[in-house]
């Protein structure tokens, strides 16, 4: 029997349907947009093998080209991947559930093929071992985001996208050209390998490729002064592949500075100035978003803030701070996926993405209303919802040691939840308590698109009332990540 | 003014920067750890005689899936982008006449195109050259009869049917090598065949041939989206 | 037991006595002031007594009744347990703190029956009165405390008894006993503070529609009124008396000061009285408890 | 029995959800449920009396444990919250009939109620903290149901809350990062043996919180808007008992994790009490002071008994914080006493809204003979809450000043004196203009409000008369819980105080039932006396004019204005207009702060740039960061 | 050395053209530019003075006197990648003009704040 406990297959399997759709999209016009569910159940299926593998494990590392580790690309997932696999495969199938009903718009099969490629990139890069692997990941993800954020072809998606391109492009360049100096610098492009071989030089060395790696997966991952792209391309999105981008792209790109930084680089003198970053991304996208009218703005600002604030706890670099990053990660991809999915629901029934036009939606679209507002709490952390334990878990590693430093960047992580809250509740004041200002008939969403959304919600309230399993597992994570040499000494040394 | 010289100044400092580091690391110098591994190694593991072949198709084989994902993506970004409906397409018909050499010229000359294209990425790993090179050379031919002939058009559904197969028959032969035999994707499991010969080097031909009918499908469609966009619409808005 | 209950009777008629006699020598001494003859010294009483039997009387309601007998009632809860000389009998049960707000209940009720009456002049008179309260409550809270502060008890008639021998409190704080003398004089709601009942601009204020039987009993209220505020006052700052007749004349020398500024003043206005307790007598009053803390 | 806990605690929370579940087949198995649920989470508690259950763990969290216990001092609280939930799901059967978001309210109703519930239980400060946040957004969510304005003064609400929890937060993140264990007890170990400076920022960041929601002065602004906005049968809610978890918190803050002792230790000072303590006095004394101004001067009946919260709280802290057995005592008498009578106040005026719709005080007047069991309620209401004998306002108000007199703070005192006074004031104010004066016209019909909003009210009205005439009833509970918290508990007698205790002794029966006999002494002559008629409103005296239903003959606008001509300058400055200039400049800051995202390519491009420039900048000159 | 320094000035060109730039094109041409000196750098690091091609092509070539074939390999893949994203991009200009009629990115901004 084969072993489908591999991770290669996450990748391998959604590429092939994907090109199945170019093939078969002529004679199954209608019958193409299933494809994608089937590939992402499929890949969903393979995490659940590699779920008990991991955990048993640690790691599960597999080669291609049937050669050992640092000479051919190897695709890792211990614990962490694991974590953002799960949930980049489960929003895939979730999302292209969604898509069923979502997409009207020609040309379906191409959108469908980009959106295949593109959770298929964030898979890859979030798996793959390879430093230049991971350059041609973030490409694969970038450019199908590129063309799914121009897929409206209006003036927005073109202008958002053109800009969002043009960044992303410096990005993938800076990050190339990071890339090939660690190359230049140690010969080798395996991230165990080049971990191992870089400790020989100092820090001075290292500074500079790190800061072209970092910029170039920082303008993916939203840092503060990188990420303008954002607000913009986010909206411009159709909401489903906004929720993709905001849910998992931007944590993607999180996870690779991660790697970089504490797998490769082993940084900590870079990692408590990164807190900087953190706090920066937290308060521009958080006030950003408190002044947006348009909803998926507001989002995609309020994602800007969310990024900040799990970076932040990154870089506090502790086990408790990047537990709390972990949870916060899960929190808010789970969440924002849910926010998306449920305002593109309303969005298609209202016809408007402005706040003010929501007023009444609390009666008239109850399920969305409600899904909208379980997963807003959670973002904002009310308890008990999920939200409640990752920033629990923040501001107690934040508060470890207690200084003016310390109690400085908990004043403004607390003082931009509260911004946070305060929109969310605007928000949902419009939507619940505000009366429409002319009677329009508004149906609730399809039932394909709020299956996704009930999904996640279920699975938001389950983690909620029974988070346990979930923090045990990020404390792993993070104590394998700070550890490091699980990562290292298993992708070289075993097989 | 002052944006300007700032900023070159920026870019100085930038680029001196990158000089100090490579300063380290020495232009000729040899900087090979993995390289001589592959330099060794290669002929005995995968029997193609380029060994840049062999990095690219089989010890970086999982690279090259991405770059053509990447440029499977690209195209059917680009043709997100210039789609257009069908009845709208048969509106803005307009034909051009470029001149009787070009169009006689480029008949003729096409065919060696397709032919030289084949060649080089069928001869990818004997000799500098391969799937992208020989499939860019496909793609110019066909941009050639655009230029002769505006008004005439590929089909352009056939074209993503060819790269689809191509694009399967690439993930499909890794996922072959997975499943039955090495347990690991883009298994070479073909004999190896003696160095130098034509059927050699295992799966790398093929999955060159595949890349190259990729790509010169992809590139085809590419400038053909574009030439639609330029002559089809013409002026809109 | 027998002796219990005799006093129990005892201490109304008493306090009646005494209330009703000022209001008959205040007749006469305003008269005399103002160069009258005067009514008959009894006037008070034969006006209560022919209220009480008139035949013809009006009721807006149930809290109309109510509040006159509530009013009386209360008062004469109160008058048990002000110490008099030689009748102690509540004192234990409730100390200067709780006597103060006892004393309110009278007011209160009163204000309810008057509100009932639907009359605006009535309504406006309360609304005066629990004003001025606030006015004059400030000084006097001070005032109390500095008793307490100096004393260090709350019981009242260990209050009085350490007085006794001439050291009155009236010597030893004499900012205290100025500023307990301007208070009482506005609680008994005398010129210039009486602007509740202020009969030229309001109709006698909470009284406007009361007449017949409930203005009898508002009159003895009223009596009891008048010797709750002096024997307080006496208490607190003349040492109490050891006999009846010690007793009364204290309290009447108090009152004719009383009614002499009371036929010379002007009214004044309700701010006005406010904010003149809240300045000149709250000063004053701060500072005899400063200096009492500070010893 | 430690299962129990649980079970107590669960009560709520699935009535909840059986009654909105419940109400999907008939409204009326809603109400079944949540009085069912209501009564039963009431009935439970009793099992709970004067007993002391420690440490239930039900759940662990990120190597702390998660405890449940309940103690005398929580016991007093989780009556409060049981027993007025209650009577609120009972007055809201009939009052929130045909209301909108019916399917939620029980739901929001018995979740908030689970929420105190959990405050009062919680043996650690994770779960405290949790139920917290719960209560907050919960109850949000209630206030917000009352109306067009409410949404405001929801917002307003949840948004003072949060900052409160989370400087809350703040303080118990502090000690996390130190103990790693939340119980009680660990956080109480832990403070005894930090510094100063610590214990002094947990006891500000912590007290930040709690005073929030106890609405001390400066922090208060949110309640006059929230608790009269809401609708009717939630503002007891808030009013009794929400804000009493403020005072169950301080409670704990002040002798649960620290102590009178630890605290006069933290700031060295000659005062009677710790500084600490006595900062907050002096801020519950303003409360007292500035509130009750402010109560005198509303139109609006239910702004009026908000404000009148505001000041009364500052009644309950100041006692809680005073540190003398008394004190403290009186202070959690008082919270009792005011969850009773402000509760009962505002049933009545929710019963005259259910009638009338109105809540404006000069458009009222005369409800006495339409509703006169209202008039009842609202009569002991106010005599409670003066503080007048016979009722129970009076003793925990006795208790605060001789505590007070004792400790020689004579200038708290004499501020807790005027507050008091000022209390008539708006207290007349109030109960004459809704129910004595003029009936207008209008509300000639109206009708005594239906049983089941009439049932709390006699239930309260009975309780202020038994809590006044028999203060030990509840002495009780409280010396026990003093008991617990390590302070010689009070001596007491059923009736009252004996000598020693107090400056000086106190028996309230004898007060009442001297009261009682003259009362029958007068009334029965006044019966002997000739009988009285009735007459009707308008035959009243009117300057020899006659008065017609046309002519408005009343007085109830502006009631004391003359009085507000006095204090008004007192008011140039408010906390709310403060909160909202420095809102109004992070909202100014905050627009210029999203100015970075130009819209302009080049822009953004040159971010990348000068951040590798920076980098670079900083390897040229010699790679140090800082 | 040379061959760094240039593919450096390329890039800092690309960069300065991306930023100080107003046409559409030009900022194309610059991300070409970027593209083309990473590719430049890339091939130039893999070089090894005095080595031949890593191409197996007649028996007597050694595998000692090769260059470095993974930056070769690597161009490979950055090349394509490069022209892909051109090839958006150029789509994209072209969107754009037809939306805004103008080739100014000064007047291309109406998404903002």
Redesign the interface.
């Known amino acids: 029997m084969v072993n489908i406990a591999n991770p290669i297959l996450l990748i391998a399997i959604p590429l092939l349907f994907a090109f199945l759709i170019a093939v078969l999209a002529p004679w199954l016009k209608k019958g193409v947009k299933y494809i994608p569910v089937i590939a992402f159940g499929l890949n969903l299926l393979v995490v659940f093998e590699l779920i008990p593998d991991v955990l048993d494990n640690g790691i599960v590392i597999a080669t291609t080209a049937g050669i050992k580790p640092p000479f051919a690309i190897n695709v890792a997932v211990d614990r962490l991947s694991l974590f953002l696999v799960l949930i980049a495969t489960l929003l895939g199938f979730l999302v292209s559930i969604y898509n069923l009903v979502y997409i009207k718009e020609e040309p379906a099969e191409k959108f469908h093929i980009l959106f295949t490629l593109l959770v298929t990139g964030i898979t890859w890069m979030i798996v793959t071992g390879d430093l230049f692997n991971m350059f041609v990941a973030f490409e694969v993800t970038s450019i199908s985001a590129f063309g799914l954020v121009g897929f409206h072809r209006d003036k927005d998606a073109a202008e958002a996208g053109f800009k969002y391109l043009v960044m992303g492009s410096i990005g993938a360049s800076l990050l190339l050209i990071g890339v090939v100096m660690l190359y230049a610098a140690t010969g080798t492009l395996n991230m165990a390998d080049i971990a191992e071989k870089i400790m020989r030089f100092t820090f001075k060395q290292k500074l500079l490729p790190y800061a072209f790696i970092f910029t170039g997966l920082g303008i993916e991952g939203a840092l503060f002064p990188l990420n303008a792209w954002l607000p913009d391309a986010h909206p411009a999105a159709p909401s489903s592949v906004s929720s993709i981008l905001s849910g998992i792209m931007t944590t993607a790109a999180i996870y690779g500075i991660i790697r970089v930084t504490v797998t490769i680089f082993n940084y900590y003198q870079v990692i408590l100035f990164l807190i900087l970053f953190g706090l920066l991304t937290l308060m521009f996208g958080e006030t950003a978003a408190f002044f947006q009218k348009d909803i998926k703005r507001m989002l995609a600002y309020s994602t800007i803030g969310q990024t900040g604030l799990f970076f932040y706890a990154f870089s506090l670099g502790s086990i408790n701070g990047m537990q709390g990053a972990f949870l916060q990660m899960m929190n808010h991809s789970l969440a924002k996926a849910t926010l998306f999915l449920v305002v593109g629901g309303i969005i298609f029934s209202v016809g408007s993405r402005n706040i003010d036009d929501f007023a009444g939606i609390g009666r008239k679209m109850k399920l969305s209303a409600f899904l909208f507002a379980i997963a807003a709490f959670s973002l904002m952390g009310l308890p008990p919802f999920f939200g409640f334990w990752s920033k629990l878990k923040i501001i107690f590693a934040t508060l470890e040691r207690v200084n003016v430093y310390t109690i400085a960047f908990v004043v403004i992580v607390l003082f931009m939840s509260l911004i946070e809250a305060a929109y969310f509740f605007r928000v949902m004041q419009v939507m619940f308590f505000k009366e429409a200002k002319e009677e329009k008939e508004v149906r609730e969403a399809p039932a394909w698109m709020l299956i996704p959304a009930i999904t996640l919600v279920v699975i938001i309230l389950v983690l909620s009332f029974y988070p346990t399993p979930v923090i045990n597992f990020a404390h792993k994570a993070a104590a394998d990540l700070v550890g490091r040499s699980v990562y290292i000494n298993s992708v070289l040394g075993g097989l | 003014m002052i944006r300007k010289i700032t900023y070159g100044i920026f870019l100085g400092i930038i680029v001196l920067s990158l000089i100090l580091f490579f300063a380290a690391f020495p232009f000729g110098k040899n900087k090979m750890a993995v390289g001589k591994y592959y330099l060794k190694n290669d002929i005995n593991q995968t029997g193609a005689a380029n060994v840049v072949t062999a990095v690219t198709l089989d010890y970086r084989g999982f690279d090259t899936l991405g770059e053509v994902t990447v440029l499977f993506a690209a195209a059917t970004g680009v043709a997100i982008l210039f789609y257009v409906l069908e009845e709208d397409k048969k509106k803005r018909e307009r034909q051009v006449y470029p001149n009787f050499v070009v169009r006689v010229g480029s008949r003729i000359i096409f065919p060696f195109i397709l032919l030289f294209g084949s060649y080089i990425f069928i001869h990818g790993h004997l000799t500098p050259g391969g799937g992208f090179q020989g499939g860019s050379i496909i793609a110019s031919g066909f941009l050639l009869l655009y230029l002769a002939y505006p008004g005439e058009r590929v089909n352009r559904s056939k074209l993503s049917v060819v790269e689809g197969i191509a694009g399967i028959t690439f993930a499909g032969l890794g996922l072959w090598g997975l499943f039955t035999q090495g347990n690991s994707f883009l298994f070479n499991f073909l004999p190896k065949g003696q160095l130098n010969m034509i059927f050699s080097a295992g799966i790398l031909p093929i999955i060159y041939i595949a890349i190259g009918f990729k790509v010169a499908s992809e590139f085809a469609g590419i400038v053909d989206d574009m030439m639609c966009e330029a002559v089809c619409s013409g002026g809109e808005k | 037991m027998v002796r219990t209950i005799l006093i129990a009777i005892g201490i109304p008629l008493l306090a009646y006595g005494f209330g009703v006699s000022f209001m008959m020598f205040k007749r006469k001494i305003a008269a005399r002031i103002q160069r009258r003859y005067g009514p008959t010294f009894i006037q008070p009483l034969i006006d209560t007594f022919k209220l009480l039997s008139k035949q013809e009387n009006i009721s807006h309601g149930i809290m109309y009744d109510l509040g006159p007998i509530l009013a009386l009632a209360a008062s004469m809860t109160v008058i048990f347990f002000i110490p008099i000389p030689g009748m102690k009998l509540m004192t234990g049960s409730a100390d200067l703190i709780a006597l103060l707000y006892i004393m309110v209940i009278g007011s209160l009720v009163m204000a309810l029956g008057a509100g009932e009456s639907a009359n605006p002049n009535s309504t406006i008179g309360i609304a005066r009165a629990l004003t001025l309260m606030l006015g004059y409550d400030l000084p006097f809270v001070i005032v109390v405390i500095t008793l307490v502060m100096k004393y260090h008890t709350t019981d009242l008639y260990k209050i009085m008894q350490m007085q006794t021998g001439g050291h009155w409190a009236m010597w030893l704080l004499p900012l205290s006993a100025i500023v307990g003398f301007i208070v009482t004089y506005g609680a008994l709601g005398e010129h210039p503070f009486d602007v509740a009942v202020a009969p030229h601009e309001i109709a006698t204020g909470p009284m406007a529609e009361y007449g017949g039987k409930h203005l009898g009993l508002l009159m003895i209220n009223h009596a009891f009124h008048i010797y709750i505020e002096l024997a307080l006052f006496v208490d607190l700052f003349m040492g109490g008396a050891s006999n009846l007749f010690y007793f009364y004349a204290k309290m009447f020398v108090i009152f004719v000061i009383y009614v002499f500024f009371d036929e010379v003043l002007p009214r004044f206005r309700v701010d006005d009285a406010v904010r003149f307790y809240w300045r000149w007598p709250t000063i004053l009053a701060l500072l005899g408890l400063i200096i009492v803390l500070v010893r | 029995m430690d299962m129990s806990l649980g079970v107590l605690l669960a009560t709520p929370f699935v009535g909840g959800i059986l009654a909105y579940l419940g109400g999907k087949i008939h409204r009326w198995v809603r109400y079944t449920f949540a009085i069912l649920f209501s009564l039963l989470a009431f009935i439970e508690i009793f099992f709970f009396y004067n007993t002391t259950v420690g440490n239930y763990v039900w759940?662990?969290?990120?190597g702390s444990v998660l405890v449940l216990q309940i103690n005398p001092i929580s016991w007093i609280f989780a009556f409060i919250v049981t027993g007025i939930s209650f009577l609120v799901i009972l007055f809201s059967i009939n009052d929130v009939e045909g209301h909108?978001?019916l399917d939620f309210y029980y739901l929001e109703l018995l979740f908030v109620e689970g929420a105190m519930l959990g405050i009062t239980l919680a043996g650690d400060l994770?779960t405290f903290?949790?139920?917290w946040?719960?209560m907050s957004?919960t109850s949000?969510f209630l206030i917000?149901?009352g109306g067009k304005k409410s949404?405001t003064a929801?917002?307003k609400y949840?948004?003072m809350s949060?900052?409160g929890a989370?400087?809350m937060?703040?303080a118990i993140?502090?000690v996390?990062?130190?103990a790693h264990s939340l119980v009680f007890k660990n956080v109480s170990m832990l403070l005894s043996q930090s510094s100063p400076a610590?214990v002094i920022?947990f006891f500000v960041l912590f007290g930040i919180g709690l005073f929030v929601k106890a609405a001390v002065m400066p922090l208060h602004t949110w309640l006059p808007d929230a608790h009269s906005e809401a609708p009717s049968p939630v503002s007891p809610l808030l009013s009794g008992v929400l804000i009493k978890m403020g005072a169950y918190g301080l409670t704990v803050l002040f002798y649960g994790f620290l102590s009178v002792q630890l605290i006069g230790k933290l700031a060295p000072t000659i005062l009677p009490t710790p500084l600490l303590l006595y900062i907050v006095e002096w801020l519950a004394a303003i409360s007292i002071v500035l509130a009750t101004f402010l109560a005198i001067l509303q139109e609006d009946a239910k702004r009026l008994l908000a404000y009148s919260s505001i000041s009364q709280i500052g009644y309950v802290v100041l006692g809680i914080a005073m540190g003398s057995s008394l004190g403290i005592a009186g202070g959690l008498f008082h919270a009792l006493n005011h969850a009773i009578f402000k509760s009962l106040l505002f049933f009545v005026i929710g019963g005259v809204i259910y009638r009338t719709g109105t809540r404006n005080m000069s458009e009222l007047g005369?409800l006495?003979?339409k509703m006169p069991v209202s008039?009842i309620g609202a009569?002991f209401g106010i005599?409670a809450l003066?503080?007048?004998?016979p009722l129970n306002g009076?003793v925990s108000?006795?208790m605060i000043?001789?505590a007070l007199?004792q400790k020689?703070e004579?200038f708290l005192?004499?501020m807790a004196?005027?507050g008091s006074?000022?209390a008539?004031?708006y207290l007349?104010?109030f109960?004459?203009s809704v129910f004595?004066?003029?009936?207008p016209e209008k509300y000639k019909d109206v009708k005594e409000v239906p049983f089941l909003m009439q049932l709390p009210i006699w239930i309260l009205s009975a309780l202020t008369i038994v809590f006044g005439i028999w203060p030990g009833l509840a002495m009780n509970v409280i010396a026990q819980g003093e008991k617990f918290l390590g302070i010689t508990p009070i001596k007491y007698t059923l009736y009252?105080f004996p000598q020693g205790t107090?400056?000086?002794?106190?028996?309230v029966i004898?007060?009442s039932s001297?009261?009682i006999i003259?009362?029958i002494?007068?009334?029965a002559?006044?019966l002997m006396?000739?009988?009285?008629?009735?007459?009707s409103?308008y035959?009243?005296?009117?300057?020899g004019q006659v008065v017609t239903p046309e002519t408005k003959?009343?007085?109830?606008y502006g009631?004391?204005m003359?009085?507000g001509?006095?204090i008004n300058p007192i008011f140039k400055w408010s906390a709310d207009k403060m909160y909202e200039a420095w809102a109004r400049a992070t909202?100014v800051?905050?627009?210029y702060?999203?100015?970075?995202?130009?819209?302009?390519?080049?822009?953004?491009?040159?971010?990348?740039?000068?951040?590798?420039?920076i980098?670079?900048?900083?390897?040229?000159i010699g790679?140090k960061?800082w | 050395m040379i061959y760094y320094i240039g593919a450096f000035l390329l890039i800092a060109i690309g960069l300065y053209a991306i930023i100080i730039k107003k046409n559409l094109i030009k900022i194309l041409i610059g991300l070409d530019l970027i593209a083309s000196g990473t590719n430049l750098l890339i091939v130039s690091i893999g070089y090894v003075k005095g080595g031949t091609a890593p191409i197996f092509s007649k028996g007597n070539i050694l595998a000692k006197m090769m260059v470095d074939p993974v930056p070769q390999a690597l161009t490979l893949t950055a090349i394509v990648i490069g022209a892909s994203e051109l090839a958006l991009a150029a789509a994209f200009v072209v969107i754009l003009y037809r939306h805004y009629g103008t080739l100014d990115i000064k007047k291309i901004r109406s998404l903002k704040w």
């Open positions: 759940g662990r969290l990120f909108k978001g994770i903290f949790m139920f946040e719960l957004w949000y917000i149901q949404i929801g917002y949840i948004i949060v900052i989370y400087s937060f703040v993140a502090m996390f990062g130190r610590f920022w005369g006495i003979k008039f009569l005599v003066s503080g007048v004998p009076f108000k006795w000043y001789e007199l020689k004579v005192l004499i004196f005027v006074t000022g008539f004031l007349y104010r109960i004459h004595l004066g003029q009936l009252g107090a400056m000086s002794s106190l028996k004898n007060i001297v009261l003259a009362f002494v007068v009334l002559l006044y006396l000739p009988k009285e008629r009735f007459v409103q035959d009243t005296y009117a300057a003959y009343n007085y109830s009631f004391y003359f009085f001509r006095v909202k800051f905050g627009d702060m999203r100015r970075v995202y130009t819209g302009n390519l080049e822009t953004y491009s040159s971010y990348i740039v000068v951040l590798i420039t980098v670079a900048f900083v390897l040229l790679g960061l």
